[in-house]
């Protein structure tokens, strides 16, 4: 199994709604990550889970939390969402934690999330 | 960290012809990696590069790392319509990657 699933596909959520994103993984890789994707822009790095601890959040709102249950599971938890949040959410896994430059990353398809 | 400079922002070819994307960095950098990311996809690792003049090709596709790790490029050769997309270069920042703007390829048949 080489590949990073995400659901959902499409999450419409209000600003008052709490929802959540997964993502699954199943090749042994211990680092994950979360990614914002605005449309024509590059993959806006989140957060980062080595070995399922965080190790880098970059400086992402509150609104937004992140969770690692197991090695092969990563959640993003969605609470008082704006509507500058929609974008496209992508989560990724590397073979080796954070620290190591030298890890090609498996991207899931994305979960494309509108803010109403 | 590290922030790696992408150009162009665009590029509209007509099919056949040749693509270049370029990537700089005002450091030395460890390795850089490229990505693919085709309209309404997810990005897809294509390839990394470690040593300083480093030359990889895959099929149409060339990747070089310069001598002095701190630039690279990706050159297609003969376009195909396949090759719409948008290419990432990719650096280390701190513990993680980085980013380039991208290059948005489009292809006229």
């Known amino acids: 199994d080489t590949e990073v699933t995400q659901t959902p596909k499409h999450l419409v959520m209000g600003m008052t709604n709490k929802k959540s994103l997964k993502c699954e993984q199943h090749m042994g890789h211990r680092a994950m990550y979360w990614y914002k994707q605005k449309a024509k822009k590059p993959p806006e790095l989140m957060f980062v889970?080595?070995?399922?601890?965080?190790?880098i959040n970059e400086s992402v709102p509150s609104r937004f939390s992140p969770e690692c249950p197991n090695s092969s599971l990563l959640n993003l938890h969605l609470h008082a969402l704006q509507p500058e949040d929609s974008a496209l959410y992508l989560c990724a896994s590397s073979l080796q934690g954070s620290g190591s430059s030298y890890n090609e990353q498996f991207f899931g398809p994305g979960t494309r999330l509108t803010v109403l | 960290g590290q922030q790696v400079m992408q150009i162009p922002q665009y590029q509209h070819v007509q099919e056949g012809e040749d693509f270049t994307t370029y990537c700089n960095s005002s450091t030395t950098l460890s390795n850089i990696q490229w990505y693919k990311q085709r309209p309404g996809g997810h990005p897809v690792f294509l390839i990394q590069l470690v040593k300083s003049g480093e030359v990889k090709k895959q099929k149409r596709l060339t990747f070089q790392f310069g001598e002095a790790k701190k630039n690279s490029s990706l050159h297609i050769t003969a376009t195909q319509t396949t090759d719409v997309g948008t290419y990432f270069c990719a650096g280390p920042g701190n513990n993680d990657m980085r980013f380039g703007a991208g290059t948005r390829l489009t292809v006229k048949p």
């Open positions: 889970y080595s070995y399922e601890k965080l190790s």
